[in-house]
Nanobody, 121 residues
Framework: QVQLVESGGGLVQAGGSLRLSCAAS????????MGWFRQAPGKEREFVAA????????EYADSVKGRFTISRDNAKNTVYLSMNNLKPEDTAVYYC??????????????WGQGTQVTVSS
């Protein structure tokens, strides 16, 4: 059974930082691209960042470039999202996703349950 479990969300002031983690089990993690998506209330789920299976390629949404960094540790079956200079518009539920291809699409095969990130102004 595949499980993706996110953690690290919370409440932070604008300009602050958070680091999200996503621990994966039940799938060949080192052979899967991983990604982060987010969904704000009343909005569609949107792509945030993705990383290839070896970590050599990354991709970011324009809205987070220069502020967010995606990374992975294949020995720990974990992918991370480091978020700096957070803005109120970053407030959303953040989801981890796994897929065979890079970058991970909005139709990715596996999803976590999400973790809430709230940025206060």
């Amino acid at each position: 059974q595949v499980q993706l479990v996110e953690s690290g969300g919370g409440l932070v002031q604008a300009g602050g930082s958070l680091r999200l983690s996503c621990a994966a089990s039940g799938l060949p993690f080192s052979n899967r691209a991983m990604g982060w998506f987010r969904q704000a209330p009343g909005k569609e789920r949107e792509f945030v960042a993705a990383i290839s299976w070896g970590g050599g390629r990354t991709e970011y949404a324009d809205s987070v470039k220069g502020r967010f960094t995606i990374s992975r540790d294949n020995a720990k079956n974990t992918v991370y999202l480091s978020m700096n200079n957070l803005k109120p518009e970053d407030t959303a539920v953040y989801y981890c996703a796994a897929h065979r291809t890079f970058p991970t699409p909005v139709t990715s095969q596996y999803w976590g349950q999400g973790t809430q990130v709230t940025v206060s102004s």
